[in-house]
């Protein structure tokens, strides 16, 4: 099994950055997808970012494309999502997420963190 802890979380103003961190533990990462999802209070769970640890290739929804960047370190067992220009839109719980084999923004992944509160003030 793969623990997920994710940290960074907090309050900035609109236009600032964050980043995200999801340290995972429990197995090699070889063949796994891992992304960042979000959900806010009335809508529906949205997967932001996801990246294949090995290859390295990476998604993003259309929401944050251009302005969220996901990376990872692959010594560290972590994947980052660094978040700039953030809007009040995307205050939301962020959810570090995993799966062994399929890509994590077209199926459920297996694994998932605890969550951490993003709020972006206007």
């Known amino acids: 099994q793969v623990q997920l802890v994710e940290s960074g979380g907090g309050l900035v103003q609109a236009g600032g950055s964050l980043r995200l961190s999801c340290a995972a533990s429990?197995?090699?990462?070889?063949?796994?997808?891992l992304g960042w999802f979000r959900q806010a209070p009335g809508k529906e769970r949205e997967c932001v970012a996801s990246?294949?640890?090995?290859?390295?290739?990476?998604y993003y929804s259309d929401s944050v494309k251009g302005r969220f960047t996901i990376s990872r370190d692959n010594a560290q067992n972590t994947v980052y999502l660094r978040m700039n220009s953030l809007k009040p839109e995307d205050t939301a719980v962020y959810y570090c997420?995993?799966?062994?084999?399929?890509?994590?923004?077209?199926?459920?992944?297996?694994?998932w963190g605890q969550g951490t509160q993003v709020t972006v003030s206007s």
């Open positions: 429990g197995r090699t990462l070889s063949t796994y997808s």
């Open positions: 990246i294949r640890w090995s290859a390295g290739s990476t």
């Open positions: 997420a995993a799966d062994p084999q399929v890509r994590v923004e077209t199926k459920t992944p297996r694994y």
